[in-house]
């Protein structure tokens, strides 16, 4: 009797972030082996990369390298390397240097990036938030500034030095503003002899008419009345029509920066439109409910790149706690299909939105509970934790938070990289080398997102532009 040999179904996850960790995750057991491909080694907590961009955490305290946090699952392995295509008819991811894997079932997670609203020339003075390299990149520039200020003796370009501007005032923008104002005020306020760095200006410009637009009223309003509180300007109604290397316009005013945060909106991966389904006009992915792709039930598209809509009729937030939803729900779907049983319709259980401004100051929305102050303060700290990626990273960030909150210092405070021979020459960013040196790990797709959005539907799309945003609570 002839012996039929079943092959076990190839399951290909790209991306490493909350949506693709997890579902390879929940396909630990499944009868399938996983590849995962991300073209950084590490998975980023991103909820706290602002902590890295103002110098509280290290790097390393929020990531982990996916390698060892599936070292458990044997079924799984861990490709680094950059995709570049899909091909949806011959079931083929394709990799930048050329390379083919085929698959059986597809889950992209690749997330979404910056937009600059259609001014890419913005984003080398005005860095985002996304990866460790932003990070460190805004810390260098942030810690630079004083170091420059110290040395400079005009009073209007030490001004200017010392004028920090955080453009958006959605969770990402309120959280930088705040750290920065307090790093400013209390953790290098006596570490200089010419300059005072409590005075520095920090300034949240956000368009709309007030911060964390997707809260209500009360803890929008708490959230600007404790930046304010700890010595940030806020203006709402402020639209940023200019960004150059040393001032940003906002209407008819020039504000005198060398400093600039952008945290304004983000855009799709550009990857979503390789698979010839439907996207949105931020290249979201318009997604079935079981999270798969009309036409190609093998596909699967969650997290930030997937457009779904909720129970509300509008489309799910692009946050943490959807992404690693849809992560477990596209795993079960898999199994479900492979085992003959049918698929169940995604549901997003909301556990609710956080926001810090800054020590003893959040607020939480959770359902009917809108809380501020301390008590939500505490609650953004134990979820934060609970929810960091590796036991070594708790302890790590456990102790630096219990450090920084006993003596106000921040632990990682570390201008990293070369510094030219002026700290700030003229007409480029802060401490730029004579020669530019382009960020590293900066996205081969940078060409390619620029110039994609329009700032309505940037803003839509995620975590940074803040009208919609849910955030961690209960992840
Ligand atoms: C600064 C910041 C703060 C945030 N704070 C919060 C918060 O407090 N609470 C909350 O709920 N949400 C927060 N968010 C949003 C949350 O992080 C995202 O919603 C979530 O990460 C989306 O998960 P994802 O898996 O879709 O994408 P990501 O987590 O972004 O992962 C995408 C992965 O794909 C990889 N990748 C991309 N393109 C390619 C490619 N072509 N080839 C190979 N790999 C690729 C990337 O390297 C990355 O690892 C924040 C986001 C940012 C940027």
């Known amino acids: ?17 909350f949506g ?24 980023i907590f991103q909820p706290l990369l602002y902590q890295v961009a103002t110098a509280t955490l290290s790097p390393a305290d929020i990531a982990s ?8 699952q044997g079924s799984t392995e861990v490709r680094m390397a950059e995709v570049a295509d899909v091909d949806v008819e011959r079931k083929e991811v394709v990799f930048a240097d050329g390379d083919r894997m ?7 997670a690749t997330g979404a990036t910056h937009a600059y609203f259609g001014h890419p020339e913005w984003e080398p003075l005005a860095p985002g938030l996304k990866s460790l390299e932003d ?35 959605g969770p990402t923008g309120v959280e930088m503003a705040g750290a920065m104002a307090e790093t400013a005020r209390r953790s290098i306020a006596r570490d200089f002899r010419h300059i005072d760095p409590s005075h520095a200006r920090i300034l949240l410009l956000e368009g709309g008419p007030s911060l964390l637009a997707a809260y209500p009223e009360p803890l929008s309003r708490y959230a600007s009345e404790a930046l304010q509180l700890r010595g940030v300007e806020v203006r709402t109604g402020s639209i940023v029509t200019d960004v150059q290397p040393d001032h940003v316009r906002v209407g008819d005013e020039i504000v005198r920066t060398r400093n600039v945060v952008w945290a304004a909106g983000v855009t799709a991966s550009p990857l979503g439109k390789r698979l010839g389904a439907p996207t949105d006009r931020v290249g979201r992915v318009q997604i079935l409910s079981d999270l798969s792709i009309p036409g190609h039930p093998e596909v699967f598209v969650i997290g ?30 898999i199994v479900a299909s492979i085992e003959g049983g049918a698929r169940t319709a995604f549901r997003y259980k909301d556990k609710g939105s956080m926001a810090v401004m800054g020590r003893r100051a959040a607020v939480l929305h959770m359902g009917r509970v809108k809380m501020s102050g301390v008590l939500a303060w505490w609650g953004w700290l134990l979820i934060h934790i609970f929810f960091l990626v590796g036991f070594r990273n708790r302890i790590s960030v456990f102790t630096q938070w219990a450090w920084s909150y006993v003596t106000w210092q921040r632990g990682a405070r570390l201008i990293t990289g070369e510094v030219g021979a002026e700290l700030a020459p003229p007409g480029k960013p802060l401490g730029t080398p004579d020669t530019h040196q382009s960020r590293s ?35």
């Open 1 to 17: 009797m002839a012996t039929r040999i079943l092959r076990v179904p190839h399951v290909v996850i790209v991306g490493g972030g």
């Open 20 to 43: 693709g960790l997890w579902a390879a995750r929940a396909l630990r057991r499944a009868p399938v082996t996983v590849t995962v491909v991300d073209r950084r080694n590490h998975h």
């Open 65 to 72: 390298p996916i390698r060892q946090v599936l070292r458990r």
């Open 102 to 108: 085929e698959y059986d079932y597809l889950v992209l």
């Open 135 to 169: 990070a460190t990149e805004i810390r260098r520039r942030f810690l630079l500034a004083f170091e420059a200020a110290e040395q400079e003796e005009d009073p209007e370009e030490r001004r200017a030095l010392l004028t920090f501007v955080v453009i958006g005032g």
């Open 304 to 333: 930030d790149l997937a457009n779904l809509d909720g129970d509300d009729g509008k489309p799910l937030p692009g946050v943490a706690q959807v992404a690693m939803q849809m992560g477990r729900r596209a795993a079960s779907n």
């Open 441 to 475: 790990g900066q996205d081969a797709d940078a060409a390619e997102r620029q110039g994609q959005t329009a700032p309505a539907d940037a803003e839509a799309t995620g975590w940074m532009g803040g009208d919609r945003h849910q955030a961690s609570a209960g992840r």
